[in-house]
């Protein structure tokens, strides 16, 4: 039995090192981002970005009017980046279709959306990967938020 015993205990090893990697890899990117500051931080530092941003501003009048207004939305919009990022939030507002029907987003407004995320994602120094997955996740959003018409009805 002696003789088994470094065998057995490499063989303990590289099951443990496999478990711990294989751990980190199921992460959640919510986890990998850092968990709800993070996600509190991405969402409320990209709603000053968009009141601060010439190009898509006009369309936020009711989420600039007050400081109550922009604090709803950044709650509402970090919820939902929550939830997409596979956290623990649940988001239970319209979806992105009915959350932008009739307010005739643009795809030139949705890309400068994007670039103030991006930008937002930089400051918060958030790694390639992860930086490259929110965009992948967010940019898949855009044909239910860039819709072709105010009155345009999906089922
Ligand atoms: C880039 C991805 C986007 C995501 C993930 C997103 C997400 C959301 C969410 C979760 C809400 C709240 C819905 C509710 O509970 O009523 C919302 C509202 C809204 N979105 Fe977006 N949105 C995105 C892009 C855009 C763009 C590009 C525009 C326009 C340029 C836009 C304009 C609005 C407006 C005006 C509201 C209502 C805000 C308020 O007055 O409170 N969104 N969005």
Same mark, same amino acid.
């Given at each position: 039995m002696?003789r088994?015993l470094?065998?057995v205990?490499a063989?303990?090893l590289?099951?443990g $090192?496999?478990?711990?990697r294989?751990a980190?890899?199921e992460?959640?990117?919510?986890?990998r981002? $850092?968990?709800?500051?993070?996600i509190?931080a991405?969402?409320n530092?990209l709603?000053d970005?968009?009141?601060?941003?010439?190009?898509?501003?006009?369309w936020? *009048?009711?989420?600039a009017?007050s400081?109550e207004n922009t604090?709803a939305y950044? $709650?509402?919009?970090?919820t939902?980046?929550?939830a997409s990022? $596979?956290g623990p939030?649940?988001y239970t !507002?319209?979806?992105?279709?009915a959350?932008?029907?009739?307010? !005739?987003? *643009?795809?030139?407004?949705?890309?400068?959306v994007?670039?103030d995320l991006?930008?937002q994602?930089?400051?918060?120094?958030?790694p390639e990967?992860?930086k490259n997955q929110?965009?992948?996740?967010?940019g898949?959003?855009?044909?239910?938020?860039?819709q072709? !018409?105010?009155?345009?009805?999906?089922?």
């Amino acid at each position: 039995m002696r003789r088994w015993l470094p065998a057995v205990l490499a063989a303990f090893l590289l099951i443990g $090192g496999l478990t711990a990697r294989g751990a980190d890899a199921e992460k959640t990117l919510y986890e990998r981002l $850092g968990g709800q500051p993070a996600i509190e931080a991405v969402a409320n530092g990209l709603v000053d970005r968009i009141l601060a941003d010439n190009r898509v501003n006009k369309w936020f *009048t009711h989420a600039a009017a007050s400081n109550e207004n922009t604090n709803a939305y950044k $709650g509402k919009l970090a919820t939902f980046l929550c939830a997409s990022f $596979g956290g623990p939030c649940k988001y239970t !507002g319209p979806d992105m279709i009915a959350a932008h029907r009739g307010r !005739g987003v *643009t795809s030139e407004a949705f890309n400068a959306v994007a670039q103030d995320l991006v930008a937002q994602l930089e400051q918060l120094k958030v790694p390639e990967k992860e930086k490259n997955q929110v965009m992948a996740i967010v940019g898949s959003l855009k044909p239910y938020i860039v819709q072709s !018409g105010p009155s345009e009805k999906r089922n």
